[in-house]
């Protein structure tokens, strides 16, 4: 039983039976007639798979021609999110291809990637961006290809027991400007005012989005559990408007359309500092308006809320969302605490000398043809090591936040081992069109095979010799991973989380 099943337990019979799923009819009073017919209808059909494409690895639109003829995919954009495609047909699952275990895409409920679409991005080079809620991180990953991965995202999320997912999105993302941290976002205001150019809160909430799925069940929620939310919610969102700079922004979303969690929330924000912030009109990045409410009840919004988004089913077949654009027009005056520290060199990390970083750089242009310094100069990353392994660092990261302590930070290059240095399948799969040499093209027949983590036997070794790391490919020059090549047999290095 979940923490939040047990705590509406505990408040007694009374409390319990208030217990509440709001269904459509909770919304009567802001729609019309047509708009919820149209809304009931909407909720009757299933909600049709969508991905996100990962440019950081691939040409979206190249690479989309490519899986829907390889597939027999048929596809619809996401309207509101270049990158975003509902898969409307696919004859097999979209989760089972190559091309989602490595990284090309992230399978999204559409109605998510809309928060990341309503930032500015033209306002900042090498932003820093905070995530404060971040788990299970898709949302992360649409921040760091928004950034070009060069600026930094911190992804941070109170709950430690999910850290390791986070970590595992963000690997497999590619993404080497982020680190993951693990603190209550409350927090980050008094530890860091004015210091984010934005700040994402994808706020934990009811999930009241009237859509009830595999991963979001719908559930009952008692009146003082809502309330208690409301609570966190507007202490999540206060601290993220004290964390980002004047002049910078703030998304508010959440997964759930009950007022209380939406628009009273921020209308909290508002109440509480007065005349510094804004909330922005985001509906140019929609065809079909989605306003904020006026009131709710006996409560009236200040008129500017219903320039944020509420995103009904039935508009553009997602579930049930809120978002919301806010500007931090001027500092605000509020003590400071000292946040947590800790000493880079605790965490048994160590800078590579020049010498090192020279002599993995010639490794790695000899064996592949891959420039890694140009890599590292442009995503502005430096090299340290830890025992064998390297890893590349945001420097962004250290300029900034040098003491922070961090549960993961940057991408894993490799391991140094005794003959030579292994480079690591994420980093391999983010640079990949980068490695020019030492490609190995798999036989056909053979890559179901591979496929499911099994070594290839009867090969050649096509010129290399024997224990050398090869990036195999299959005959269109399409990735699937590392191998090591041994006599007559082609070792499958693929991670064991992606067989």
Same mark, same amino acid.
């Given at each position: 039983?979940?923490?939040?099943?047990?705590? /509406?337990?505990?408040?007694?019979?009374?409390?319990?039976?208030?217990?509440?799923?709001?269904?459509?009819?909770?919304?009567?009073?802001?729609?019309?007639?047509?708009?919820?017919?149209?809304?009931? /209808?909407?909720?009757?059909?299933?909600?049709?798979? &969508?991905?996100?494409?990962?440019?950081?690895?691939?040409?979206?639109?190249?690479?989309?021609?490519?899986?829907?003829?390889?597939?027999?995919?048929?596809?619809?954009?996401?309207?509101?999110?270049?990158?975003?495609?509902?898969?409307?047909?696919?004859?097999?699952?979209?989760?089972?291809?190559?091309?989602?275990?490595?990284?090309?895409?992230? +399978?999204?409920?559409?109605?998510?990637?809309?928060?990341?679409?309503?930032?500015?991005?033209?306002?900042?080079?090498?932003?820093?961006?905070?995530?404060?809620?971040?788990?299970?991180?898709?949302?992360?990953?649409?921040?760091?290809?928004?950034?070009?991965?060069?600026?930094?995202?911190?992804?941070?999320?109170?709950?430690?027991?999910?850290?390791?997912?986070?970590? %595992?999105?963000?690997?497999?993302?590619? &993404?080497?400007?982020?680190?993951?941290?693990?603190?209550?976002?409350?927090?980050?205001?008094?530890?860091?005012?004015?210091?984010?150019?934005?700040?994402?809160?994808?706020?934990?909430?009811?999930?009241?989005?009237?859509?009830?799925?595999?991963?979001?069940?719908?559930?009952?929620?008692?009146?003082?559990?809502? /309330?208690?939310?409301?609570?966190?919610?507007?202490?999540?969102?206060?601290? &993220?408007?004290?964390?980002?700079?004047?002049?910078?922004?703030?998304?508010?979303?959440?997964?759930?359309? @009950?007022?209380?969690?939406?628009?009273?929330?921020?209308?909290?924000?508002?109440?509480?500092?007065?005349?510094?912030?804004?909330?922005?009109?985001?509906?140019?990045?929609?065809?079909?308006?989605?306003?904020?409410?006026?009131?709710?009840?006996?409560? +009236?919004?200040?008129?500017?809320?219903?320039?944020?988004?509420?995103?009904?089913?039935?508009?553009?077949?997602?579930?049930?969302?809120?978002?919301?654009?806010?500007?931090?027009?001027?500092?605000?005056?509020?003590?400071?605490?000292?946040?947590?520290?800790?000493?880079?060199?605790?965490?048994?990390?160590?800078?590579?000398?020049?010498?090192?970083?020279?002599?993995?750089?010639?490794?790695?242009?000899?064996?592949?043809?891959?420039?890694?310094?140009?890599?590292?100069?442009?995503?502005?990353?430096?090299?340290?090591?830890?025992?064998?392994?390297?890893?590349?660092?945001?420097?962004?990261?250290?300029?900034?936040?040098?003491?922070?302590?961090?549960?993961? @930070?940057? %991408?894993?290059?490799?391991?140094?081992?005794?003959?030579?240095?292994?480079?690591?399948?994420?980093?391999?799969?983010?640079?990949?069109?980068?490695?020019?040499?030492?490609?190995?093209?798999?036989?056909?027949?053979?890559?179901?095979?591979?496929?499911?983590?099994?070594? +290839?036997?009867?090969?050649?070794? /096509?010129?290399?010799?024997?224990?050398?790391?090869?990036?195999?490919?299959?005959?269109?020059?399409?990735?699937?991973?590392?191998?090591?090549?041994?006599?007559?047999?082609?070792?499958?290095?693929?991670?064991?989380?992606?067989?």
């Amino acid at each position: 039983m979940s923490r939040r099943k047990n705590k /509406a337990n505990r408040s007694g019979t009374n409390a319990s039976l208030k217990n509440v799923v709001d269904g459509p009819e909770k919304y009567l009073p802001f729609l019309s007639g047509e708009d919820y017919a149209r809304l009931e /209808a909407s909720l009757q059909k299933p909600l049709e798979p &969508a991905l996100r494409i990962n440019p950081l690895k691939v040409n979206p639109h190249i690479a989309l021609e490519d899986w829907k003829t390889r597939y027999a995919w048929q596809v619809r954009n996401v309207p509101y999110c270049e990158t975003g495609w509902w898969v409307t047909h696919s004859p097999t699952p979209i989760s089972q291809t190559i091309e989602h275990r490595l990284g090309f895409y992230y +399978i999204q409920d559409a109605a998510s990637m809309l928060p990341v679409e309503l930032f500015n991005w033209q306002a900042a080079d090498r932003p820093l961006l905070l995530d404060m809620a971040a788990s299970p991180g898709g949302k992360t990953t649409h921040l760091v290809s928004k950034t070009g991965d060069q600026g930094l995202v911190m992804a941070n999320d109170s709950s430690h027991s999910r850290m390791t997912a986070l970590r %595992l999105v963000l690997q497999t993302w590619g &993404a080497a400007n982020s680190v993951v941290t693990s603190f209550p976002g409350e927090k980050f205001g008094d530890w860091f005012p004015d210091t984010f150019d934005q700040v994402l809160l994808d706020a934990p909430c009811s999930m009241h989005n009237l859509r009830s799925t595999e991963s979001h069940p719908v559930r009952s929620i008692s009146d003082k559990e809502r /309330a208690s939310l409301a609570v966190r919610q507007a202490r999540l969102l206060a601290s &993220a408007f004290v964390t980002v700079k004047p002049g910078g922004q703030v998304v508010y979303s959440t997964c759930t359309l @009950a007022p209380e969690e939406d628009e009273a929330v921020l209308q909290a924000l508002l109440d509480r500092f007065p005349g510094v912030g804004r909330v922005e009109n985001v509906h140019r990045h929609l065809p079909v308006p989605a306003p904020g409410l006026s009131s709710y009840g006996s409560k +009236i919004f200040e008129p500017e809320l219903q320039q944020a988004v509420r995103l009904w089913p039935h508009l553009y077949d997602t579930s049930g969302f809120f978002a919301a654009l806010i500007t931090k027009l001027e500092s605000i005056n509020l003590p400071v605490q000292s946040s947590p520290a800790r000493l880079l060199e605790r965490t048994g990390l160590e800078r590579l000398s020049d010498w090192e970083e020279n002599l993995l750089e010639r490794q790695l242009l000899d064996q592949f043809g891959y420039d890694l310094s140009a890599s590292l100069e442009i995503h502005n990353l430096s090299l340290w090591k830890r025992g064998p392994a390297i890893f590349a660092i945001p420097n962004l990261f250290l300029q900034h936040f040098p003491d922070f302590p961090f549960e993961a @930070a940057g %991408l894993l290059l490799g391991e140094q081992t005794s003959r030579d240095f292994q480079v690591s399948h994420e980093w391999v799969a983010r640079f990949d069109p980068l490695f020019k040499l030492g490609r190995y093209c798999l036989p056909e027949e053979t890559i179901p095979a591979w496929l499911r983590g099994e070594d +290839i036997h009867g090969l050649s070794s /096509a010129g290399f010799s024997p224990g050398r790391m090869v990036i195999v490919v299959d005959r269109q020059g399409r990735l699937l991973g590392r191998g090591k090549l041994q006599v007559q047999r082609l070792k499958n290095l693929l991670p064991h989380r992606l067989v």
